[in-house]
């Protein structure tokens, strides 16, 4: 009845594996090099130019049910309970049942496996913007900014394309390049999951590892690149900036123009808010206009504290221009 997270500890590597090391049989023994060997396999996938990656793998887990159903406040279905326990897992090699609390998770690695195959290693770490090169300069509308300069990456799509078929009875399709298609696909996995009466929380998978040359050679590709990284970064912070700067410049302008017409936007409508004719006797004339525009503006800078700090002669100024008005 409770959500279970399993398997614990995860499928894959211990924390302190190196699953790429060599047998050092002044180290560890031919027993504990093979079960270091069973564990790598256990996650181990292939990149789409062969490079193997291997990841740590778990899901949480419960039967389904409805939190308070059958008098528990865990939730407890009785059809849900029975077809987990009578559906469980066969591993046919070690003639041992795999608990339904498991079976999730391997489901996620065969999954994890399936998407990782249909990108390069290179492709797992950049996103559908920097493949598509889309470039600032292309757009000033910010929804292309932020387009450019995040979105997701490869190996976060195929994290999140396996929850979703862990979850969702129909899914996107992805073509043999990772590319997402317009059409769909049932999900085999989630009906599994169903007939076993299993729902799924979450899953995770992380702590990759690879190789000790591909390690080697990402870090020198990023010690090589982070410079153009951190330039085309800035830029995006300088536009966005820009662009804060500009709508907050307008924002102003029109809040200003709003506080310091009022006065006379009330004068020159009738009671139904119509406007006034130019002849009409009540609509003031041009200089009691340009009056009420700048006392309202003189009004404005006095009542408002924080321009105190900005300002200097402008109050002032604009005082000798209302007394020329009046003249």
């Known amino acids: 009845m409770h959500t279970q997270v399993r398997p614990l500890p995860p499928l894959g590597p211990l924390p ?8 050092n049989k002044r ?3 031919e027993k504990e090099y093979q079960a270091r060997q069973e564990r790598r396999k256990e996650t181990s996938g292939l990149t789409r130019d062969g490079v193997e990656i291997i990841p740590n793998i778990l899901a949480i887990v419960k039967t389904k049910n409805l ?8 939730g407890f279905n009785t059809r849900s309970v029975q077809l987990a326990i009578t559906r469980e897992g066969v591993v046919p090699n070690d003639l041992r049942n795999v608990p ?6 391997l489901l996620a690695v065969d999954l994890w496996r399936e998407y990782l195959g249909k990108f390069t290693l290179m492709d797992l770490f950049t996103t559908s913007a920097d493949s ?3 470039t600032l300069e292309d757009s000033e509308d910010p929804n292309t900014i932020n387009a450019a300069s995040g979105g997701e990456t490869r190996l976060e799509i195929i994290l999140r394309m396996v929850k979703m078929r862990l979850t969702q009875a129909e899914v996107p399709r992805l073509d043999d390049y990772g590319q997402e298609t317009l059409e769909t696909q049932i999900s085999r996995e989630f009906q599994i999951l169903e007939e076993m009466g299993v729902q799924i929380k979450d899953v995770s998978i992380s702590g990759f590892r690879f190789p000790r040359i591909v390690e080697s050679q990402l870090v020198q590709q990023w010690l090589s690149s982070w410079l153009e990284r951190a330039i085309a970064e800035r830029e995006v912070v300088e536009i966005k900036r820009n662009l804060s700067t500009e709508i907050g410049r307008e924002s102003a302008l029109i809040d200003f123009a709003s506080a310091v017409s009022q006065n006379l936007s009330e004068a020159i409508v009738d009671d139904d808010g119509e406007l006034l004719p130019f002849d009409n006797q009540v609509r003031p004339d041009l200089t009691t206009s340009l009056e009420m525009l700048v006392s309202s503006t003189q009004q ?6 924080r321009l105190h700090h900005w300002l200097t002669n402008e109050g002032s100024e604009i005082l000798k221009l209302l007394e020329w008005i009046r003249r």
Request: aromatic share 14%.
């Open 300 to 305: 404005l800078l006095t009542r408002n504290t």
């Open 100 to 105: 339904w609390f498991e079976v999730p998770a």
């Open 16 to 23: 302190a594996d190196d699953p790429f090391a060599p047998w």
């Open 27 to 29: 180290r560890e023994d």
């Open 67 to 74: 939190p308070g159903q059958g008098g528990s406040r865990f």
């Open 132 to 134: 598509d090169q889309m």
